[in-house]
């Protein structure tokens, strides 16, 4: 590993990495992540699946050396200087937002070029045992919310549209939260963290977060991920894939506290708004600056 002359703490993130931005003698900054030791072969993975996709040429923070050292496994990245997007974006133009989202559609469309290895179930398999343990989570959990049953009644009527579905690579995690606007204005992904293979389309599961924080953000990311109308076909399955997200997301934020609970107590009020208790499959959100 190279010899840093300092060493910063980076708070932000879920990944359970201790996160640094650390320097050199001549001054170049980097993104030093440290995981647990028994992450060691995750992070090896992780170090191999960015390098494939860095052969792609994307506005991505690069990885450029993994190994083992006294704290865990390390991974060391290229530092990406600016500030994050969930920030910038929402207080700029709506035109130059819209803009924003046709390059973060853009670029999606591209990582998911990478092909899901041999071998993976088939994907109906995969999501509807994925649903059921969602359903089983919610009924398990002693917090109910209004509106549940919208969502489990959209689960168990649209299942079939989980069939014949493609796989490819999906960045895991993609939403304005994982993006930034480097110092020349040029939009940079962030946090692969979470890779994996599955439904491309299952990758906008995310989505919700960007329309929080900008919906015509969130609007050019479709357009330009489609460059074209969107597909009905797409509208249907998203409304899926957000009903059983959301369906598990008080479930989910239970152990971090009462904060993050009201956090997905108020994003199942706006889910259920925008898509009228699910009985509209585009949004309300979703509009041309």
């Known amino acids: 590993m190279k010899h840093f002359i300092s060493k910063i703490p980076i708070e932000k993130g879920w990944s359970g990495d201790k996160k640094y931005c650390v320097t050199t003698q001549d001054g170049q900054k ?14 090896e993975q992780l170090f191999a699946m960015h390098k494939k996709v860095q052969e792609l040429h994307l506005p991505i923070s690069e990885s450029l050396e993994y190994g083992v050292c006294e704290e865990g496994a390390y ?23 819209y803009t924003f989202g046709l390059e973060a559609g853009r670029i999606l469309q591209k990582l998911h070029t990478i092909p899901a290895p041999e071998g993976l179930p088939k994907w109906e398999d995969y999501f509807n045992a994925k649903i059921d343990r969602k359903i089983r989570t919610y009924e398990a959990c002693p917090l109910k919310y209004d509106g549940a049953e919208h969502f489990l009644r959209y689960l168990q009527e649209n299942r079939h549209l ?3 579905r493609p796989q490819s690579f999906q960045h895991g995690d993609y939403h304005i939260g994982n993006m930034m606007v480097d110092r020349g204005g040029q939009l940079q992904i962030i946090d692969f963290d979470k890779y994996d293979f599955g439904d491309p389309w299952e990758e906008f599961n995310r989505i919700v977060w960007c329309a929080q ?49 009201d956090v ?22 979703y509009q041309k600056p």
């Open 264 to 285: 997905m107590l108020n994003q199942v009020k706006d889910v259920l708004s925008w898509y009228e208790n699910m009985r509209r499959i585009i949004p309300t959100w």
């Open 213 to 261: 924080a900008a919906p015509v953000f969130a609007s050019g990311l479709l357009d330009g991920y489609f460059d074209g109308p969107v597909p009905e076909a797409f509208w249907r399955l998203l409304c899926l894939y957000i009903s059983s997200n959301t369906l598990s997301s008080v479930p989910w934020a239970i152990p971090f506290g009462q904060e993050e609970i």
């Open 75 to 97: 991974l060391l990245q290229t530092w990406v200087d600016g500030e994050d997007a969930e920030t910038v974006i929402p207080s700029l133009p709506r035109e130059t937002q």
């Open 162 to 164: 989980l069939n014949g």
């Open 30 to 43: 980097y993104l030093l992540r440290i995981s647990a030791p028994e992450r060691a072969v995750n992070r």
